[in-house]
């Protein structure tokens, strides 16, 4: 399992409980970043030098949620 991931599924109940409603970003198994809007989280994440290929991000909310990605 990649670190990312595992660190994600390990502490899903607490980032849940941190950052409800918020985009979180993690990286070699920490947060580097939240926000409510993802472009804007990876809008920074750009600035910050954060390498956009290696981080997991994902929507915090216990709300059931249906994506549609138009290309």
């Avoid at 994902?58 to 059931?64: A, D, L, Q, V, W």
Wanted: hydrophobic share 35%.
């Amino acid at each position: 399992m990649k670190p990312n991931t595992e660190y994600y599924e390990t502490h899903y109940q607490e980032l849940l409980d941190r950052y409800p409603e918020q985009w979180v970003a993690i990286c070699n198994r920490e947060v580097v970043g939240t926000s409510p809007d993802a472009r804007e989280l990876l809008m920074r994440l750009n600035r910050e030098g954060v390498p956009l290929n290696k981080i997991l991000m994902k929507r915090m909310t216990r709300e059931e949620e249906v994506f549609i990605l138009a290309v």
